[in-house]
Every structure is written in C-alpha cells, then in structure tokens.
C-alpha cells in the first residue's frame, strides 16, 4: 500500500489535511508547514484552501470548527470536516474523481456511477444487466434475452435497490427494467443450450 492509502481510513480529516488530500499529496510530509510557509505549499494549495474555508464559514459544508487560542480566526489545522461531507461537496462542485473518490474510474460513465449526483439506480441495473449479458452469451443458453436480464436483477437486485421490504426481489421492479435492457422485445424462441458430443 503507498501511503496516501492509509489515510482512507480516516472518517474525519483536518481542513489542511483535506486540501491536501484533494490535491494529492500526503499531509504527514508537509501538513505542520503549509500554513505557515507559502512555498511549501503544493501547486494549487491556495485556491482549494479558499474553496474549503469559504464554504465552511458560509455555512454550504459544516465543520466542527476549531478557533486559534485567544482569537476568532479558526485554525484549519484543528478544525475537521467529515469525509462523507467533504465528500459530497466534491461532488456538488463537479469533483467526482481523485483520493476521495477510490473506486470510480475515470473512464466510468456518470450514469453508473453511484457517486454521480445525478445517478439513477434503475438505469444503472438496466445498462449493467444489458452490458453483462451481451459480453456472456453463455448465460442465454435457453433462456430469451429478457429471462436472462430478469435473472441477472434478481441476483443483483439488493445493489439497485429492486428489493422489498422483507430482502425479497421487486419482481414489479425488475420486470419493468427488463422491458427496457431487452433487445428482442418481440419474442422468440430461446437459443438451446450447445451440446458437445465426444468423438472417438
């Protein structure tokens, strides 16, 4: 693991931890100057730094806010923010990729991305079962493309929230969304399943 890994293991972060973070840089090498010393800072440092404090004494991302002894200037190396919340304000300002963001890859469309403020989980399981279909076509083995989409929601119903309130599938739910991924929506007879005869 490098090191900037260990910091995901945090779930609250000072605020000059945070800009550094979002910049990429690990704060335990520069974190106790950056304050202090404007040429240590990385490039950057000053408009995340403006955007981080900003938001937080305008009120748009709540921190527990820490104050330097005697005086009323907050002091961002003791004031921390939660990751969630840092997190979410990232992505309401168009950040959805850097250390905050492990698991989405650059290359992950916003409408599969769970961490897309505009993600729609139904189109998601449509898309994805459509996707994993197609490339296993295997898994049509006599079954119509819809049986075999409505066979995938089901096993991944819990991940697009196509369950009911006892943990059951929303059959409901999934047929509709099969509607939409299936390609064949006239019909027609399931492809049988290929049977391989020994030779001698």
């Not at 748009?60 to 005697?70: C, E, F, I, K, V």
């Not at 200037?73 to 997190?87: E, G, K």
């Amino acid at each position: 693991m490098e090191s900037l890994d260990y910091w995901r293991l945090c779930d609250e972060v000072s605020v000059v931890q945070a800009i550094l973070l979002i910049l990429g840089k690990d704060p335990s090498d520069v974190e106790w100057c950056t304050e202090t010393n404007t040429k240590s800072r990385p490039p950057h440092y000053e408009a995340v730094r403006a955007a981080l404090t900003n938001a937080i004494q305008g009120g748009s991302l709540y921190a527990n806010t820490r104050y330097q002894a005697g005086e009323d200037t907050p002091c961002w190396h003791a004031t921390t923010v939660t990751v969630d919340s840092l997190r979410a304000w990232l992505l309401g300002r168009g950040f959805r990729t850097g250390f905050f963001f492990p698991d989405v890859s650059e290359e992950t469309p916003d409408y599969l991305s769970d961490t897309s403020p505009h993600y729609a989980p139904k189109l998601a399981a449509a898309v994805n079962a459509w996707l994993h279909i197609t490339k296993n076509p295997d898994l049509l083995n006599g079954k119509t493309p819809k049986q075999a989409i409505e066979k995938w929601l089901r096993e991944h119903a819990l991940n697009y929230g196509l369950t009911k309130e006892d943990g059951s599938p929303n059959e409901q739910g999934i047929e509709d969304i099969a509607k939409v991924a299936n390609w064949k929506p006239t019909g027609g007879a399931a492809k049988t399943p290929s049977i391989h005869l020994a030779t001698n």
